[in-house]
């Protein structure tokens, strides 16, 4: 059975960094997409940065434009888990962060097979 589990979620003051994670078992995704994405309450599921293998050692890293410079994504292929660091966090509500994996044609889509539960990052003003 396959598994992604997300953590690392949890309060954060508006200004500060937390660190997601997501465990993936049950099959290796070393050769697809895994990515993130998140979903305010009432608002649609949106992309937040995704990380492809692209051989050789090396992979490509894509963030959606509100992250870009706050938020890295890093992934550990031997255990094929993938990191989201998130700095500056800014005043949200409490928005579900999604893991996501498989190969899909474009990253920044919610297409992928293979989805977490979610965990939840409110961020207090």
């Known amino acids: 059975q396959v598994q992604l589990v997300e953590s690392g979620g949890g309060l954060v003051q508006a200004g500060g960094s937390l660190r997601l994670s997501c465990a993936a078992s049950g099959r290796s995704f070393s050769s697809d997409a895994m990515g993130w994405f998140r979903q305010a309450p009432g608002k649609e599921r949106e992309f937040v940065a995704a990380?492809?293998?692209?051989?050789?050692?090396?992979?490509?890293?894509d963030y959606a434009d509100p992250v870009k410079g706050r938020f890295f994504i890093s992934r550990d292929y031997a255990r094929d888990i993938v990191y989201l660091q998130m700095h500056s966090l800014k005043p949200a509500g409490p928005a579900l962060y999604y893991c996501?994996?498989?190969?899909?044609?474009?990253?920044?889509?919610?297409?992928?097979?293979?989805w977490g539960q979610g965990t939840q990052v409110p961020v207090s003003s």
């Open positions: 996501a994996a498989g190969w899909v044609p474009c990253t920044r889509d919610p297409q992928y097979v293979y």
């Open positions: 990380i492809t293998w692209r051989g050789s050692r090396t992979y490509t890293a």
